[in-house]
């Protein structure tokens, strides 16, 4: 498509217009402005590898590597959120956090949902 045809496209909303056939958002708020450029990461499940702070390590190492600068966290981590009913553990999610940040990774918190820990499991 055109120049001419993109401007030519008519939109009833001004904060879209069309570009090379995609339509682009013309203003926004970024979820983490201090991010300059599209954000890049996936899940990160460090709740499996508590025991093993070499793998912690090497996991950002990686990530660093791979240009990774956000993460989901906690989507599998309610039984180490909560290992027992009415216990909450979250010393080990701070420093997680805390690693990540002081890497330039940021985070985004998830409902840990994805899995139910084995106490409930029990009721």
């Known amino acids: 498509m055109s120049q001419a045809e993109d401007a030519a496209v008519p939109y009833r909303n001004t904060d879209f217009f069309m570009k090379e056939g995609f339509i682009m958002a013309a203003s926004y708020t970024p979820l983490f402005p ?3 450029g599209l954000l890049h990461g996936g899940d990160y499940n460090p709740d499996q590898w508590l025991d093993r702070p070499d793998i912690l390590e090497k996991d950002v190492e990686l990530m660093k590597k791979s240009g990774i600068n956000v993460v989901s966290l906690g989507i599998f981590a309610w039984s180490a959120l909560e290992p027992e009913e009415g216990i909450y553990t979250f010393e080990w999610m701070d420093q997680v956090i805390d690693r990540l940040y002081r890497n330039g ?5 998830a ?4 899995a139910r820990p084995a106490w409930m499991d029990e009721k």
Not at 105 to 109: C, E, G, P
Not at 111 to 114: A, D, E, K, M, V
């Open 34 to 36: 201090q991010v300059n």
């Open 105 to 109: 990774i940021y985070t985004i918190l």
């Open 111 to 114: 409902t840990p949902s994805g």
